[in-house]
C-alpha cells in the first residue's frame, strides 16, 4: 500500500512538473489544452488512490463523476 502511495505522489509531482513547464515554454493557445490534460490527469489520480473511488459504492462513484464532469450553468 505504501508503495502505491509514494508511486503517486511521484506521479503527481510529475505532473506538477509537466504543469510548470508548459506555463514556462510559452505556447500559446496550446498552454490551456496542456493545462487542462494535466489537471485532469491529477484529479484522476487523486479520485482513484486517495478517494479510492476505484472500490468505492456506486452510488458514490456516479456522484464523484457528476462532480468532475460538472455541474451545468445557467
Given amino acids: ?3 502505491r502511495l509514494l508511486a503517486t505522489w ?3 509531482m510529475v505532473l506538477l ?3 510548470w513547464g508548459s506555463a514556462q515554454l510559452g505556447l500559446g493557445p496550446a ?4 493545462s487542462l490534460g494535466v489537471s485532469a490527469m491529477k ?3 487523486i479520485g482513484l488512490v486517495f478517494m479510492q473511488l476505484r472500490r ?5 462513484r ?5 462532480m ?6 445557467s
Fill in 10 to 12: 511521484v506521479a503527481l
Fill in 31 to 34: 498552454a490551456i489544452w496542456a
Fill in 62 to 66: 456516479l456522484a464523484a463523476a457528476g
Fill in 17 to 19: 512538473a509537466a504543469a
Fill in 1 to 3: 500500500a505504501e508503495a
Fill in 43 to 45: 484529479a484522476a489520480l
Fill in 68 to 73: 468532475f464532469l460538472g455541474s451545468p450553468s
Fill in 56 to 60: 468505492g459504492a456506486p452510488l458514490v
